[in-house]
């Protein structure tokens, strides 16, 4: 919340993009002047029945948000979806991402590359960030340090230790399941 807060103090004009978790910190959407982004698939995580109870305030906050303009539901392009997905094979990212992250990420780099200002996604997910490197999008973490270096994975056997094919997911050779380790150069 320090960064958002620090951001909002500076006059920093740019667009943001919201990742739940950053909804989930309960904020007053009143106290920021820039354009607030995210996608609907976020309020559905957000709306679940099992959090429906705890949560209530929050939606409440997100519905007056959007029906007042300060929050704006809005779907990527294919296209950038699709360039979200191409960087994440380049980075190993794309088996730990869900489709809400890179549609989150793909919204980010549609707002950079169609509207004339800076845009920052709020997240607290770690292959977010990492993939916000890779696609030099600026990002900023809540309530903890981010990463500081993109980082390229690899996908192993921990039995085997063979490095396998990022789209295999179970080691042919012993039937564990394959896990992601940082590359080494």
């Known amino acids: 919340m320090k960064d958002l807060i620090n951001n909002i103090n500076k006059n920093i004009k740019h667009s943001m993009v919201f990742d739940t978790n950053i909804f989930l910190t309960g904020f007053d959407f009143s106290v920021i002047k820039n354009n607030i982004y995210t996608i609907q698939e976020v309020i ?3 709306e ?3 959090y429906l109870q705890k949560n209530r305030n929050i939606i409440n906050r997100i519905k007056y948000a959007i029906l007042s303009n300060q929050l704006i539901l809005k779907t990527p392009i294919e296209k950038y979806i699709n360039q979200v997905k191409e960087n994440a094979k380049n980075t190993n990212d794309l088996r730990v991402l869900s ?4 549609n989150l990420i793909a919204l980010t780099l549609e707002i950079k590359e169609t509207i004339d200002e800076g845009v920052v996604i709020y997240t607290n997910d770690y292959a977010m960030e990492n993939l916000c490197l ?5 990002f900023s973490p809540l309530k903890r340090e981010g990463i500081k270096k993109k980082i390229l994975f690899e996908i192993y056997c921990p039995f085997c230790k063979i490095v396998k094919d990022p789209n295999e997911h179970i080691c042919e050779i012993c039937g564990s399941k394959l896990k992601r380790r940082e590359r080494k150069n």
């Open 44 to 46: 559905e995580e957000i």
């Open 48 to 50: 679940v029945d099992r």
């Open 99 to 102: 489709n809400v992250d890179i």
């Open 134 to 138: 890779e696609l030099d999008l600026m």
